[in-house]
């Protein structure tokens, strides 16, 4: 089993900045063998929609809504997975989720909260 927790949610004004972190912990063995991490989010209403993911080799892919604004990026250690966030926008408003993937399980955090008002 694998445990994702995410930090670094708040209230920021449009036009700024955050980076959210996510760490994974319990088992060694399948925390060695994640292929795939990213960041998904939902707000009130919508449905959970990718974010960002990016794989063990490099590869990133981002959603329409975010490009160029958001960089994913994995920690030296393998248990982790940043997220910074440029130019914050209200319509980012959401809870951002950590997922990893392990074979053909999945993992998720509890969350996130993303605020963007002025």
């Known amino acids: 089993q694998v445990q994702l927790v995410e930090s670094g949610g708040g209230l920021v004004q449009p036009g700024g900045s955050l980076r959210l972190s996510c760490a994974a912990s319990?088992?060694?063995?399948?925390?060695?063998?994640?292929?795939?991490m990213g960041w998904y989010r939902q707000a009130p209403g919508k449905q959970r929609e990718l974010v960002a993911h990016?794989?063990?080799?490099?590869?990133?892919n981002y959603a329409d809504s975010v490009e160029g604004r958001f960089t994913i990026s994995r920690g030296n250690a393998k248990n982790t997975v940043y997220l910074q966030m440029n130019s914050l926008k209200p319509e980012d408003t959401a809870v951002y989720y950590c997922?990893?993937?392990?074979?053909?399980?999945?993992?998720w955090g509890q969350g996130t909260q993303v605020t963007v008002s002025s």
């Open positions: 990016i794989t063990n080799g490099g590869s990133t």
């Open positions: 997922n990893a993937r392990v074979l053909i399980s999945e993992y």
């Open positions: 319990g088992s060694i063995v399948s925390i060695n063998r994640m292929n795939r």
